[in-house]
């Protein structure tokens, strides 16, 4: 090839020498046109955050640490797991069932004791300390303690694993965040760099625990950064790649959801998507608000150390009879995506799961509330469509939950991109169903905007 013709190819006369974005290109000159390549939205520079050679290498420790700590954290929560109700494998909630009452109450009890005393000294002695992420990301530079931030972890994945019904992916979120913060100090990164690469934890933490690493990017650009921007989204796919690859060494690189059927569309899943988009938006905003209003009412100071185990003991009682609200809802959620359960068992899972969610929240539990809401979710749209199969058959059950599943947690996110792409990677299903999957998410998320706007992630930031 003749050295005349690679230079019309990159060299543009008339245009201007030097193109603008930062860092440059390569290629110094335009195309012939003299067009900006940053005329593509998503195609911006770098901004405050510099994309150096520093800040990746950055990146993929903090994908490694992640993916480390995520192991860690795991096996915390499997060994209380195993003490409490002697669990190892299969259904969490069928070992809770296999337990005595008596053992049910009491490990809830202890659950609360412990959580109580733990957050209480945490609380009081390092107060200094960060240990909310989100805050952290959309109000400040990403500033989080370390020290704090573990001990709340490590306390999390404890009273999760004695059976506390909150989600077990807020503590890998914040463990991840805060090594990018760690790191961020030890290579004096600036601010910008700060945030972004707490964000980048923070996501790569969700994926790592829960093997999606395209959700957990997802998750990092929609929701923590709210940018689709390609300087976010690179280095948040590189940090969940790394940390969900680093995670193999303990954690099943299967599903979630295992053995979930491939469902297919028909014109019954499509008109009830809806009905259900409408009505699950309408609870997303209901159960957002609950949760809301219990966060901002948490106890503080020495009533944590009364009202936390009699709000546990509560729950304890109420799993005499449903064993299915102990822990995170995976079960509850595994089960409707299977077609399992009667009317009066989803009907109650329904009703009881968000309130005991809640009631552990407010009783001032640190944890998640992902899994909690995709439960939910999943059991609304199981329940709905064992109903709607009377009107309209020609749909199984596990579809309906599925989408119901996907709707909750798109809607309670105001994220559907990440609601959507989460659900089909904790499964590996739904990819048939995809458009009854992005309707009822649409439409669920649309109403929950309009009528109120809060997301389970907003609704439960600290009082300023």
């Known amino acids: 090839m003749s050295n005349s013709f690679m230079q019309r190819l990159f060299r543009a006369p008339g245009a201007e020498s030097e193109r603008q974005r930062v860092p440059q290109p390569m290629i110094k000159r335009r195309i012939a046109s003299g067009r900006g390549a940053m005329e593509q939205p998503n195609v911006t520079d770098d901004g405050e955050a510099k994309l150096t050679g520093v ?192 995670a193999y060494l303990t954690l099943s690189s299967r599903p979630t959801y295992l053995d979930i059927p491939n469902f297919t569309n028909s014109p019954s899943l499509m008109t009830w998507s809806v009905v259900a988009g409408l009505v699950i938006g309408l609870l997303s905003v209901v159960y957002i608000r609950l949760i809301g209003w219990v966060s901002n009412r948490r106890p503080k ?13 509560v729950v304890g009682v109420v799993g005499i009879w449903f064993p299915q609200v102990f822990g995170n809802g995976k079960d509850m959620a595994h089960e409707a995506f299977l077609g399992l359960g009667s009317v009066g068992l989803l009907f109650a899972l329904w009703m009881l799961k968000p309130l005991v969610t809640a009631l552990t929240l407010g009783s001032g539990a640190a944890g998640g509330v992902f899994t909690p809401f995709l439960a939910t979710g999943a059991v609304v749209g199981a329940l709905s469509g064992v109903l709607w199969i009377h009107l309209w058959p020609g749909a199984p059950v596990g579809a309906f939950a599925l989408i119901g599943a996907a709707a909750m947690i798109g809607a309670s996110m105001q994220a559907p991109l990440a609601g959507l792409v989460l659900v089909m990677e904790l499964t590996h299903a739904g990819f048939s169903i995809v458009l009854p999957l992005m309707l009822a998410t649409l439409i669920a998320t649309a109403v929950t905007r309009s009528i109120d706007g809060y997301s389970m992630y907003s609704a439960r930031l600290p009082r300023k």
Not at 141 to 155: A, Q
């Open 301 to 313: 100071g020495a009533r944590l150390l009364w009202v936390m185990p009699l709000a546990f003991t």
């Open 55 to 246: 800040f990746w290498a950055c990146v993929v420790a903090t994908g490694i640490i992640t993916g480390l700590i995520g192991d860690g954290l795991m096996a915390v929560l499997k060994v209380a797991e195993h003490a409490a109700f002697g669990y190892q494998q299969g259904s969490y909630a069928q070992a809770v069932a296999q337990s005595s009452d008596s053992r049910r109450v009491l490990m809830l009890l202890l659950s609360g004791l412990l959580g109580a005393g733990g957050w209480y000294l945490i609380r009081r002695y390092l107060s200094h300390e960060h240990a909310e992420i989100d805050d952290a990301i959309w109000n400040g530079d990403g500033e989080l303690g370390f020290r704090r931030s573990t001990l709340t972890s490590l306390v999390s994945e404890i009273v999760i694993g004695l059976g506390a019904s909150v989600g077990r992916e807020a503590a890998p979120k914040l463990m991840g965040g805060a090594t990018g913060s760690t790191l961020s100090h030890v290579f004096n990164l600036s601010p910008a760099q700060k945030r972004l690469l707490v964000a980048c934890g923070g996501g790569a933490g969700l994926a790592c625990v829960y093997n999606v690493p395209l959700g957990g990017a997802i998750f990092t650009a929609e929701v923590l950064l709210g940018s689709f921007a390609l300087p976010t989204v690179m280095p948040a796919l590189l940090c969940s790649l790394v940390a969900t690859g680093t």
